[in-house]
């Protein structure tokens, strides 16, 4: 990812005023209009999770990857996804100063580049320092920016992070601790596999646990209730999918 072409995401990605994140639902369906999903609570077992590169074990009611310097260590779980609500609960410890990436991955694709990330597919990602960014990430190797890296004090709230992702036709809404954070369109990928990502730099260590993860399959039409929407700070251009600026 380093060595990739970053394209703006002005004409790629629209934001939308006040549109926040989906707390439930007014009706709900897969496309076929039927209700699907499941729940990963990493109490006994990983079932439905595969490791798509480094080594993720069992850690006390969590799924635990010690990251593999200068590379994106990733988990998918089966099954292709449209419309949906998806969500995790992690924990990144170590990091270097916590500047480093950590994503609910979407609408992907396990191919991967050189660095390990998956092309193509959406990146919604935060780091302990406090930012969050989108990124779509594209089959040609290149990185359209969504949204840069930006401040959100509510990021800080808790030590084990709340990370959701409401996808509907072109329609995203991301949400971090129960707040919105970002809401937006982008129509290139419609469809694909669900993941958790996080980058690990050299010479430092890290290590991410995951302690639960859920998918609710969604109706195209279905109303969501939005999360409250965060309160946002700074904009800093000049990111990677990588890294927020420091």
């Not at 549109?19 to 699907?36: E, L, N």
């Not at 959100?152 to 990370?163: D, F, H």
């Amino acid at each position: 990812m380093k060595r990739r072409k970053f394209i703006s995401g002005a004409l790629a990605s629209v934001a939308l005023a006040a549109s926040p994140m989906a707390t439930g639902i007014a009706s709900a369906g897969t496309d076929a209009g039927k209700a699907a999903g499941w729940t990963s609570t990493f109490t006994t077992n990983h079932n439905g999770w595969t490791p798509v590169s480094g080594y993720w074990y069992m850690n006390g009611g969590n799924y635990a990857c010690d990251g593999d310097q200068d590379y994106v260590n990733s988990i998918v779980h089966t099954g292709t996804y449209r419309n949906f609500i998806y969500q995790a609960r992690l924990k990144r410890d170590g990091n270097g100063g916590g500047y480093w990436n950590n994503s609910l991955i979407v609408r992907g694709s396990t191919y991967t580049d050189s660095e390990g990330w998956w092309t193509p597919s959406y990146l919604f990602s935060f780091t302990n320092t406090k930012y969050f960014s989108v990124w779509r990430l594209n089959r040609d190797g290149s990185a359209t920016t969504l949204k840069d890296w930006t401040y959100a004090s509510v990021i800080g709230t808790q030590l084990w992070k709340t990370m959701k992702v409401v996808a509907q036709g072109g329609s995203f809404t991301f949400s971090l601790n129960g707040r919105t954070v970002w809401s937006g369109r982008d129509s290139m990928f419609t469809s694909g596999q669900v993941g958790i990502g996080f980058y690990t730099s050299s010479p430092y260590w890290s290590l991410l646990r995951v302690d639960s993860a859920t998918m609710q399959t969604l109706a195209a039409d279905a109303k969501v209730t939005p999360d409250p929407a965060a309160v946002l700070g700074k904009t800093v251009k000049g990111g990677t999918p990588f890294v927020a600026p420091h």
